[in-house]
């Protein structure tokens, strides 16, 4: 959650700015540049942080991205939510600038199928409906999940955003991804 807004609320006003801009609109495109910058920043200096790289790398990703999102901007399926696109083409990044740098993290197996999500996504295949999947998980699970893997908070940062504890928060985020991993393997979507 960014300042007391709600993901779904700011994926909207991203949405909105995106469809705006798309028609035209300058000052409605740099005001989504400036919103979506706030949380890619957020992201990728705990990407940065997971893949082993210096954090001064964090604002040349978040450049890079914002570049990104502008050149593939007419690959954003406007039926889609916005937040699981711009994340993927940041995730990609940082993938790409570990692999340049060959950087050889260890990616934690609950970020594998991300991972792969992403890619299908960016190619602007066959895309995982992910507000679909969370409306079936539990709604702690589902919180946490948002707040720790789609908006990049730190475990310590979501468990103030959403009153509980650290381990609280680790435990429904793992709890979460594997009810997540399971719908996937049953095919039940």
Same mark, same amino acid.
């Given at each position: 959650m960014n300042g007391g807004v709600t993901l779904s609320e700011q994926e909207c006003a991203w949405s909105s700015l995106?469809?705006?801009?798309?028609?035209?609109?300058?000052?409605?495109? !740099?005001?989504? &540049?400036?919103? @979506?910058?706030?949380?890619? +920043?957020r992201m990728v200096r705990r990407g940065c942080v997971q893949h082993g790289l210096p954090l001064d790398?964090?604002?040349d990703l978040v450049?890079?991205?914002?570049?990104s999102l502008h050149l593939k901007r007419g690959s954003w399926?406007?039926?889609?939510?916005?937040?699981?696109?711009?994340?993927a083409?940041? !995730?990609?990044? &940082?993938?790409? @600038?570990?692999?340049?740098? +060959?950087?050889?993290a260890p990616i934690p197996l609950e970020e594998i199928g991300e991972i792969q999500g992403s890619e299908d996504a960016d190619a602007g295949a066959s895309r995982l409906d992910i507000e679909r999947l969370l409306k079936r998980?539990?709604?702690?699970?589902?919180?946490a999940i948002i707040t720790v893997w789609l908006e990049g908070a730190s475990a310590r940062e979501a468990a103030g955003i959403l009153g509980t504890t650290e381990g609280a928060v680790r435990v429904a985020l793992h709890r979460g991804?594997?009810?997540?991993?399971?719908?996937?393997?049953?095919?039940?979507l």
């Open positions: 995106m469809q705006r801009a798309m028609s035209g609109d300058e000052v409605a495109y !740099r005001h989504f &540049l400036e919103s @979506v910058s706030h949380s890619l +920043r790398s964090a604002e450049q890079e991205t914002l570049l399926d406007k039926s889609r939510p916005i937040g699981p696109w711009i994340y083409i940041a !995730r990609n990044k &940082l993938i790409d @600038v570990a692999r340049r740098r +060959r950087i050889h998980v539990k709604p702690v699970q589902r919180q991804l594997k009810s997540l991993s399971d719908l996937l393997r049953s095919d039940s």
